[in-house]
């Protein structure tokens, strides 16, 4: 069949919308609350939760799915604010560390709250705790297949 049916349409044409619709409304708030672009809070979210508040530039590029030279980019401005600074691996010599300054885990903590509260207020709150388990599965079984 070359063509979806209707609820198939419906579907795929109302996921995309609500995904564009949502991350415009949650990167605004985010910006609006706390001054961090939705690239900084992935970044500084990623760090706050890894060994040590420090992950390599490959592995947090890897992670993010960024490129190294994106990601390489985005650290240089997030070190001009004092969010984050790069260190020097000592012990094998093959790149640097991205780690979280005190600023950066201030700034993430200050952040976190807001976001969340945006999360719930335009997602999560509006959706059953059926259809978010529902909605759980669906994600896991696309991701099986894309990742």
């Known amino acids: 069949m070359n063509r979806l049916n209707e609820t198939e349409h419906a579907a795929w044409i109302g996921y995309r919308r609500m995904r564009l619709l949502l991350d415009l409304q949650i990167q605004r708030d985010l910006m609006r609350d706390s001054g961090l672009s939705e690239p900084d809070f992935d970044v500084l979210s990623n760090l706050s939760e890894a060994t040590g508040q420090r992950m390599r530039l490959t592995e947090l590029a890897a992670h993010l799915r960024w490129s190294k030279s994106r990601l390489s980019h985005h650290i240089g401005r997030m070190e001009g604010r004092g969010l984050v600074s790069r260190q020097e691996v000592a012990h094998d010599g093959r790149g640097a560390a991205i780690v ?40 896991r079984t696309v991701l099986s297949r894309l990742e």
């Open 100 to 139: 979280l300054t005190s600023r950066g885990v201030s700034t993430i903590k200050e952040a976190t709250p807001g976001h969340v509260a945006s999360l719930r207020r335009h997602f999560i709150d509006l959706l059953t705790e059926d259809e978010l388990r529902t909605l759980a599965q669906v994600s």
